[in-house]
């Protein structure tokens, strides 16, 4: 997991050309007008999810893992907690290799709030849970980058 704020996201490049794709689309960008929905920067390599929700409970929350992809979540408006899980103690409850979307149980590891300003990086294979209220302000408009690895 990285986390950290937007303005620092340069400092992440030469990781991966494909997050490298992603990261010069977010410095060059105005992502508040993206619509929502799926949008291409270069294929099933490098796309970017637009999505509202609604933050909610901890425990209404689950563990969600990914194997061939990256996600950088960014929270364009609302303010939500995410979690990060110890990868060597998760066991997998269910994953579809199509839309390469699993969830799990394992112990918690840390735990940010990501808000406006802010990013995570959430690494294939590391289990995470997005999307836990912090606050009156449950609204989320977010987008994630989807980064092939």
Same mark, same amino acid.
């Not at 390599?45 to 209404?60: H, K, Q, R, S």
């Not at 990256?70 to 998760?90: F, H, N, P, V």
């Not at 808000?115 to 609204?139: Q, R, T, Y």
């Given at each position: 997991m990285v986390y950290d704020k937007l303005a620092n996201i340069g400092r992440y490049k030469g990781m991966n050309k494909h997050l490298d794709t992603a990261i010069d689309y977010i410095l060059g960008s105005d992502l508040s007008s993206l619509p929502l929905g799926r949008t291409e920067l270069d294929g099933d390599?490098? %796309?970017?999810?637009?999505? #509202?929700? /609604?933050?909610?409970?901890? /425990?209404?929350?689950? %563990? #969600? @893992?990914? *194997?061939? %992809?990256?996600? @950088?979540?960014?929270?364009l408006s609302g303010t939500e907690s995410i979690r990060?899980?110890?990868? #060597?103690?998760?066991? @997998? /409850?269910s994953f579809d290799a199509a839309s390469d979307f699993g969830t799990v149980q394992c112990p918690d590891l840390a735990s940010c709030t990501l808000g406006p300003g802010n990013f995570i990086l959430c690494m294939a294979g590391e289990p995470h849970k997005p999307?836990?209220?912090?606050?009156?302000?449950?609204?989320? *408009? *977010?987008?994630?980058? *989807?980064v092939h690895i």
């Amino acid at each position: 997991m990285v986390y950290d704020k937007l303005a620092n996201i340069g400092r992440y490049k030469g990781m991966n050309k494909h997050l490298d794709t992603a990261i010069d689309y977010i410095l060059g960008s105005d992502l508040s007008s993206l619509p929502l929905g799926r949008t291409e920067l270069d294929g099933d390599n490098v %796309y970017i999810n637009v999505m #509202e929700a /609604e933050a909610g409970p901890l /425990e209404t929350r689950n %563990y #969600e @893992i990914h *194997k061939n %992809y990256m996600d @950088i979540q960014i929270d364009l408006s609302g303010t939500e907690s995410i979690r990060t899980g110890d990868m #060597e103690a998760m066991s @997998i /409850e269910s994953f579809d290799a199509a839309s390469d979307f699993g969830t799990v149980q394992c112990p918690d590891l840390a735990s940010c709030t990501l808000g406006p300003g802010n990013f995570i990086l959430c690494m294939a294979g590391e289990p995470h849970k997005p999307g836990i209220a912090v606050s009156d302000d449950i609204h989320l *408009k *977010k987008c994630v980058f *989807k980064v092939h690895i």
